[in-house]
């Protein structure tokens, strides 16, 4: 609903991404979690294609992990050397980064 994002600015995501990524590494942080845009991926998980494959792509400073949402398919690949995962929907799946091509 327009009303819940009303005086809220958008920007592009991977500019955030890499905004954000330095200064929680230089804060400490020990693993950086982005989630949630989508992706699609062949069977081999080689060719990936959707918002999150193309943000990752775009990349400077990379997160640890990126899970993925939305599409509500099994995602098991890495994008920029960052591994993404999605597992279904619902918590019907679990996803696995270690497993990552």
């Given at each position: 609903m327009p009303s819940n994002v009303a005086?809220?600015?958008f920007g592009d995501g991977a500019a955030a991404i890499d905004r954000w990524v330095p200064v929680l590494r230089?804060?400490?942080?020990?693993?950086?979690?982005?989630?949630h845009a989508g992706a699609v991926c062949s069977a081999s998980m080689s060719d990936c294609?959707?918002?999150?494959?193309?943000?990752?792509?775009?990349?400077?400073?990379r997160p640890d992990l990126i899970?993925?949402?939305h599409t509500h398919e099994v995602v098991r690949t890495r994008v920029n050397?960052?591994?993404?995962v999605e597992a279904v929907a619902y918590g019907t799946g679990c996803g696995d980064p270690s497993s990552s091509t």
């Open positions: 005086g809220l600015t230089r804060a400490g942080a020990d693993f950086v979690v982005v989630a294609r959707g918002k999150i494959a193309r943000r990752a792509r775009a990349l400077r400073h899970v993925a949402g050397g960052i591994p993404i």
